[in-house]
């Protein structure tokens, strides 16, 4: 018997939960997490083949931008099949995300099996901590994402891009909830501790230039901030 599992890949996904599993009944699916949810891919995948189950299909879904391309997928499911060990169910991919209920059958059907020959996690550029000077942090939580956390992510990724500046610059992290959800969608700016609410794509663009690039904080959305030492 096959088992089918939607897999929720972006931070997006984390916040339309209850749309995802809605989606997962009616395809016939487990539903399963990336990050930032549960239950997540390796627990669901652990549970399944403890249960006997001999073939599992992965199919992703991306709520945004801000998620890895489908190749994650692959990867990740690929170390978790090479770690599980001899007893490991045969694990396939789709090769492509779904983005729309009508792809399902077909993205199924082309759905392609893990093998040892697979990628797995590896990257030449993730074995050391990178050289950042700031770090920005994108909150994804339920709250920011339905007020528009995803325009905030675009505009400092486009902003950052438009300045020159790299990964070995600013690293741009989306994260769960950080608080306040009144000033949603929240953004801060480390080690500065500089925090922003309200962050929308325009304000976004004007924390990359003044902030990140002049080293002046934005004070139109900046928060206030009191440290207990």
Same mark, same amino acid.
């Given at each position: 018997? !096959?088992v089918? @599992?939607? &897999? =929720? !890949?972006?931070p $997006?996904?984390?916040a339309r ?9 009616? &395809?016939? $699916? ?6 930032m $949810?549960?239950?997540?891919l390796g627990d669901?995948?652990?549970?399944l *083949? ?6 599992? &299909?992965l199919?992703?879904v ?8 489908v190749s994650?997928?692959r990867r +990740?499911?690929?170390e978790?099949?090479r770690? %599980?060990?001899?007893d490991?169910?045969?694990?396939c991919?789709?090769?492509? %995300?779904?983005?729309?209920r ?5 993205l199924?059907d082309?759905a392609r099996? +893990?093998?040892?020959?697979?990628p =797995?996690l ?6 050391d901590?990178p050289?950042? /000077?700031?770090q920005?942090?994108?909150?994804r939580g339920?709250?920011?994402t339905a $007020?528009?956390?995803? =325009?905030a992510?675009?505009? #400092? @990724?486009?902003? #950052?891009?438009?300045? =020159?500046l790299?990964?070995?610059?600013v690293?741009?992290t989306?994260?769960g ?7 949603a969608?929240?953004?801060t700016?480390?080690p500065?501790?500089v925090w %922003?609410?309200?962050?929308?794509k325009?304000a976004?663009g004007?924390i990359? !230039?003044g902030?990140?690039? *002049?080293?002046?904080? &934005?004070?139109?959305? /900046?928060?206030? /901030?009191t440290r207990?030492?």
């Amino acid at each position: 018997m !096959t088992v089918h @599992v939607l &897999v =929720g !890949t972006s931070p $997006a996904d984390a916040a339309r939960r209850s749309e995802l599993a809605t989606l997962a009944d009616e &395809v016939g $699916a487990k539903l399963a997490f990336l990050q930032m $949810a549960v239950p997540s891919l390796g627990d669901v995948l652990d549970s399944l *083949a403890r249960g006997g189950e001999r073939r599992l &299909v992965l199919v992703g879904v991306s709520g945004g931008q801000g998620g890895p391309g489908v190749s994650w997928l692959r990867r +990740i499911a690929s170390e978790w099949w090479r770690s %599980y060990g001899e007893d490991a169910p045969e694990l396939c991919t789709a090769p492509a %995300y779904l983005t729309d209920r009508s792809e399902w059958n077909a993205l199924v059907d082309l759905a392609r099996p +893990i093998t040892h020959g697979g990628p =797995g996690l590896t990257s030449a550029a993730w074995e050391d901590v990178p050289g950042h /000077r700031h770090q920005v942090f994108v909150c994804r939580g339920p709250r920011c994402t339905a $007020a528009g956390a995803e =325009g905030a992510w675009k505009g #400092l @990724v486009l902003g #950052l891009m438009g300045a =020159g500046l790299g990964d070995d610059d600013v690293l741009v992290t989306q994260t769960g909830c950080q608080f306040p959800c009144n000033q949603a969608p929240v953004v801060t700016v480390q080690p500065d501790d500089v925090w %922003y609410g309200q962050v929308d794509k325009a304000a976004a663009g004007e924390i990359v !230039t003044g902030h990140l690039v *002049a080293g002046s904080p &934005v004070e139109r959305v /900046r928060l206030p /901030r009191t440290r207990r030492d």
